[in-house]
């Protein structure tokens, strides 16, 4: 799977949209950008995933770059209860079963 | 339920006990997957079924550990004569399928205590 970078930290306040980057330059063909979350002494949550096209579901947007490069999960009126370590993961179809987060960013929503 | 259920929420007991982890995947889904997660630390495979093909057992850390999944949905985790190196959240994830684009979904974990 290939190897993706995250800010460690970002800050945002109420209600304002929060946009997470993630750098992913190596990439293949294959590969979906997935992102998911972790709020504290919760499960990991599935947020959304993309191969190519830009995708939006109830809880968030993803933006990916035309050579598929970089992507950004947008929150578009971010809450308190959106603060959390955010992961953005590249994985191929098919590929290994098993999920590996890197240190991902820990997004804070401020009041 | 609509989502992955993991049982009990928190277990504390006392070391070189065995303990039983349940989960309950969603309904439907054919892969369910077990992690840990350590505190602050990322996600450590341990084992995952698919249908009724043999589990992948590969991230097992010691034969202490061992799963089984019955009828293809509930699955049970346990670890016998547990050390305090076993205290972590054991967390449990299901998915339609393996192979494609299919996200895996997170119960809230059981939150397991060596003392």
Redesign the interface.
């Known amino acids: 799977d290939a190897k993706t970078t995250q800010p460690p930290s970002m800050d945002c306040a109420e209600g304002r949209a929060a946009n997470l980057p993630c750098n992913h330059s190596t990439i293949s063909g294959n590969e979906y950008v997935y992102w998911y979350r972790q709020i504290h002494s919760q499960g990991p949550q599935y947020i959304i995933h993309g191969l190519k096209n830009n995708e939006t579901n109830e809880m968030a947007s993803l933006i990916i770059t035309e050579d598929r490069k970089s992507s950004t999960l947008i929150l578009p009126h971010a809450t308190l209860r959106d603060t959390a370590v955010y992961y953005c993961i590249v994985r191929a179809s098919g590929s290994a079963r098993q999920l590996t987060f890197g240190s991902g960013t820990q997004l804070t929503v401020l009041p | 339920g609509a989502g992955?259920s993991q049982s009990p929420s928190n277990k504390v007991t006392e070391k070189g006990k065995d303990v039983e982890l349940r989960c309950d995947p969603i309904s439907g889904h054919t892969?369910l997957?077990w992690?840990r997660q350590s505190l602050g630390q990322?996600?450590e495979?341990l084992i995952?079924f698919?249908g009724n093909s043999a589990p992948?057992k590969s991230?097992l850390p010691s034969d202490r550990f061992s799963a089984e999944r019955t009828g293809g949905s509930v699955s049970t985790l346990t670890i016998q004569r547990t050390q305090q190196e076993d205290s972590a959240v054991y967390?449990c994830?299901s998915s339609l399928e393996?192979?494609?684009?299919m996200?895996?979904?997170?119960?809230?974990?059981t939150r397991l205590s060596i003392l």
């Open positions: 992955v892969a997957y992690y990322g996600l495979f995952y698919q992948d991230g967390l994830a393996v192979q494609g684009a996200p895996q979904h997170f119960g809230d974990g």
